[in-house]
């Protein structure tokens, strides 16, 4: 019972650490798309195109590792 603790703690402390990274990337990213393409109008539309890219990216890369723990799980049977 104490191992599983520990490892759901782990995954917790490690989801909440990529979370911490998740955002620093996110700060990251807008500067550097504020800094290549200054914008002082229309910057809401600019924010929902750069919310859609981010989104088609995080269900690509989703979508990759989903079928690759599956690759791996046939694999191991």
Known sequence: MQ?????????????????VAGLAWNDAIKALIE?????????????FVYAVLITLVVVFI?????KLLKREEEKNN
């Open 3 to 19: 191992s599983e603790v520990r490892q759901n703690l782990a995954k917790y402390i490690g989801a909440a650490f990529g979370l």
């Open 62 to 66: 989703t979508t990759y590792f989903v």
């Open 35 to 47: 800094y290549l393409f200054p914008l002082q109008k229309n910057e809401l539309g600019a924010k």
